[in-house]
């Protein structure tokens, strides 16, 4: 029906369509939430993407559309919030350029979380790589090496990922 109105010039039944689709079905991608956005004015489109925000079909897309609508404050607080490490690398480059100090801290709180939760030696070794990541913030290299050695006096029992923090250049 999208691409018929769309097609027909149907702008007002377009627009109910879409709304439809982006607030009822999963969004596995911005495609249609982007359609709408250029058949809403600017108003409206805020209006719209606050609602969107907090709607279950973008749960998934959620960080991927404040990125794309630049709200990189939400953006790095959705991240804290809910995310990863990996899901923070992402958008590591835009966050880091907007905000490095917090985005610093924010990657730090996600790599704290994430070696709490680590169970395994590929666990240990993905958060070490994850660590080295963090020596490219500015101020991240003597904050990486504090959370190594933090972590092996906190975790002192995990030799596997002693091992690994090692491995991955730390001194430890």
Same mark, same amino acid.
Request: with cysteine; charged share 35%.
């Given at each position: *029906?999208?691409?018929?109105?769309? +097609?027909?010039?149907?702008?007002?039944? *377009? !627009?109910?369509?879409?709304?439809?689709?982006?607030?009822?079905?999963?969004?596995?991608?911005?495609?249609?939430?982007?359609?709408?956005?250029?058949?809403?004015?600017?108003?409206?489109?805020?209006?719209?993407?606050?609602?969107?925000?907090?709607?279950?079909?973008?749960?998934? +897309?959620?960080?991927?559309?404040?990125?794309?609508? +630049?709200?990189?404050?939400?953006?790095?607080?959705?991240?804290?919030?809910?995310?990863?490490?990996?899901?923070?690398?992402?958008?590591?480059?835009?966050?880091?350029?907007?905000?490095?100090?917090?985005?610093?801290? #924010?990657?730090?709180?996600?790599?704290?979380?994430?070696?709490?939760?680590?169970?395994?030696?590929?666990?240990?070794?993905?958060?070490?790589?994850?660590?080295?990541?963090? +020596?490219?913030?500015? !101020?991240?290299?003597?904050?990486?090496?504090?959370?190594?050695?933090?972590? #092996?006096?906190?975790?002192?029992?995990?030799?596997?990922?002693?091992?690994?923090?090692?491995? #991955? !250049?730390?001194?430890?």
């Amino acid at each position: *029906l999208i691409d018929l109105y769309e +097609k027909t010039g149907q702008k007002d039944e *377009l !627009g109910e369509e879409l709304l439809f689709y982006v607030f009822n079905c999963h969004q596995d991608d911005m495609e249609y939430v982007m359609r709408l956005k250029k058949l809403l004015t600017e108003d409206e489109w805020t209006a719209v993407r606050s609602a969107l925000l907090l709607s279950d079909s973008m749960r998934w +897309k959620k960080c991927e559309l404040l990125s794309a609508e +630049k709200m990189y404050e939400d953006l790095l607080d959705e991240l804290v919030k809910e995310g990863t490490a990996s899901s923070f690398v992402t958008y590591e480059k835009e966050l880091k350029e907007q905000f490095p100090d917090e985005a610093r801290a #924010a990657f730090a709180f996600l790599l704290d979380k994430m070696m709490r939760n680590a169970a395994s030696r590929n666990s240990y070794a993905e958060t070490a790589r994850y660590l080295c990541r963090l +020596k490219t913030h500015k !101020g991240g290299k003597e904050l990486a090496e504090n959370m190594a050695k933090r972590w #092996a006096r906190e975790y002192s029992r995990r030799s596997a990922m002693k091992e690994e923090l090692r491995d #991955a !250049g730390f001194d430890i």
